[in-house]
């Protein structure tokens, strides 16, 4: 993504587990987690590689303060997020690809 930045969550296949991150570049650090990069990271041990959902922000400030935010939802609270976005839980890795 060529401006502003973007805050995501990615899940495993069984979608148990989340991961919620920020970057100014969504296809190149969601393949970072494909490729599992850090193969000592978090997204890397536990198989999360699953983009199921995303927001763009004008602003890094506002992608981190929204981050901070979504790391202290529920569980339940992502799912409905997740849902609300991407009720299909689809893999939106390709739809981002040509940003």
Same mark, same amino acid.
């Given at each position: 993504?060529? #401006? ?5 969550? /990615? ?12 970057? %100014?570049? /969504? $296809? =190149?650090? @969601?393949?970072?987690?494909? !490729?599992?990069? &850090? %193969?000592? %990271?978090?997204?890397?041990?536990? &198989?999360?590689?699953? /983009? ?10 506002? =992608? @981190? =303060?929204?981050? #901070?935010? /979504?790391?202290? $939802?529920?569980?339940?609270?992502? @799912? ?7 009720? !299909?839980? &689809? ?9």
């Amino acid at each position: 993504m060529a #401006k502003g930045c973007c805050v995501y969550i /990615l899940v495993n296949n069984r979608h148990t587990v989340f991961y919620v991150g920020a970057t %100014s570049n /969504l $296809y =190149a650090r @969601i393949t970072q987690h494909r !490729e599992k990069v &850090n %193969s000592r %990271s978090f997204t890397a041990r536990y &198989n999360i590689n699953k /983009l199921v959902y995303y927001e763009t922000f004008d602003s890094r400030k506002e =992608a @981190i =303060a929204r981050e #901070k935010q /979504l790391k202290t $939802y529920s569980r339940i609270k992502k @799912i409905e997020l997740i849902v609300g976005f991407n009720p !299909e839980w &689809n893999d939106l890795y390709n739809t981002v690809k040509y940003w």
